[in-house]
């Protein structure tokens, strides 16, 4: 599967942004869909995970509530809406698919996603 993400761009604090990822290659519905950011001079990390069917979701504590995950498996897309953005927020997103389901904990580990976008920056100003 290939993935594009997009959607990035610069927004003061406080504000919102929406990322979408788009799936092509293969059928999206046996992925399940992650996001995951880095900053600057920081490893990768988990913000967000949602199931195959979207039935499940998990979040990272520093995001959870604040930003929400999303998929539409009928344009094979996958969605982060973020909102309450903080100058901390800003980094490189990434998206990642995991053939086959997710459950609990493995759905934060970067290792289990095997496939990559190319990352979208978002860039929060205080």
């Known amino acids: 599967v290939q993935l594009q993400a997009s959607g990035g761009g610069l927004v003061q604090a406080g504000g919102s942004l929406r990322l979408s990822c788009a799936a092509s290659g293969r059928t999206f519905s046996i992925y399940s869909m992650g996001w995951f950011r880095q900053a600057p001079g920081k490893e990768r990390e988990f913000v967000a995970a949602?199931?195959?069917?979207?039935?499940?979701?998990y979040y990272s504590d520093s995001v959870k509530g604040r930003f929400t995950i999303s998929r539409g498996n009928a344009n094979d897309m996958v969605y982060l809406q973020m909102n309450s953005l903080r100058p901390e927020d800003t980094a490189v997103y990434y998206c990642?698919?995991?053939?086959?389901?997710?459950?609990?904990?493995?759905?934060?580990?970067?290792?289990?996603?095997?496939?990559w976008g190319q990352g979208t920056l978002v860039t929060v100003s205080s």
């Open positions: 990642g698919a995991k053939q086959g389901e997710i459950l609990g904990h493995i759905a934060a580990l970067r290792r289990v996603y095997g496939y």
């Open positions: 949602i199931s195959r069917n979207g039935g499940n979701t």
